[in-house]
T-cell receptor
Framework: EAGVTQFPSHSVIEKGQTVTLRCDPISGHDNLYWYRRVMGKEIKFLLH????????ESGMPNNRFLAERTGGTYSTLKVQPAELEDSGVYFC???????????????FGEGSRLTVL | LAKTTQPISMDSYEGQEVNITCSHN???????ITWYQQFPSQGPRFIIQ???TKVTNEVASLFIPADRKSSTLSLPRVSLSDTAVYYCLVGANDYKLSFGAGTTVTVRA
């Protein structure tokens, strides 16, 4: 069974440009989460989708970040315009059931590294 | 979210048992304790989860005392491939996982 896949694995862009990260969750997983680790910091929650609906986007840093999950399958995270402080690794995770923390069934992708110059 | 404290780093040798203790003094009644492992350039990977007493799976054991204010992840007979960062997370039905700095475990030959 394929795991959570993320694309691209690494993206280098200049400040002010736009980048779109993609996440394909495990098939059948209704819950999709985005996290990120900016340089030197901890992994932080960004938002949570249940199918195509945003359940919680309290972790989104500002309105330069837009996440979508049309059709409830894959998700994209767009950063526009990118700033230097957006550099880091963006992780996507998926789970079958809400409250996966209690069952440990939160599966992470390998992350997309974003470098903003 | 309950705050956790764990050692920044630990060194070990192949074949030894590694025990990582995590403190979570303000754990709530409905909080679970979950440990994740992360290798370089990869996403976190679930290792084990427990609520109280002892949990064991094919990878590790998790010991939780009665007061639940701490927990210990035990990795038996580590190998070089167990070199990774280990995160202790405490939460209840909460995907807003607070990973913290984790414990970097380095296994040497």
């Amino acid at each position: 069974e394929a795991g959570v896949t993320q694309f691209p694995s690494h993206s280098v862009i200049e400040k002010g440009q736009t980048v779109t990260l993609r996440c394909d969750p495990i098939s059948g997983h209704d819950n999709l989460y985005w996290y990120r680790r900016v340089m030197g910091k901890e992994i932080k929650f960004l938002l949570h989708f249940v199918k195509e609906s945003k359940q919680d986007e309290s972790g989104m840093p500002n309105n330069r970040f837009l996440a979508e999950r049309t059709g409830g399958t894959y998700s994209t995270l767009k950063v526009q315009p990118a700033e230097l402080e957006d550099s880091g690794v963006y992780f996507c995770a998926s789970s079958q059931a809400i409250g996966a923390v209690n069952t440990g069934e939160l599966f992470f992708g390998e992350g997309s590294r974003l470098t903003v110059l | 979210l309950a705050k956790t404290t764990q050692p920044i780093s630990m060194d070990s040798y192949e074949g030894q048992e590694v025990n990582i203790t995590c403190s979570h003094n303000n754990i709530a009644t409905n909080d679970y304790i979950t440990w994740y492992q992360q290798f370089p350039s990869q996403g976190p990977r679930f290792i084990i989860q427990g609520y109280k007493t002892k949990v064991t799976n094919e990878v590790a054991s998790l010991f939780i005392p009665a007061d639940r204010k701490s927990s210990t992840l035990s990795l038996p007979r580590v190998s070089l491939s167990d070199t990774a960062v280990y995160y202790c997370l405490v939460g209840a039905n909460d995907y807003k996982l607070s990973f913290g700095a984790g414990t970097t475990v380095t296994v040497r030959a």
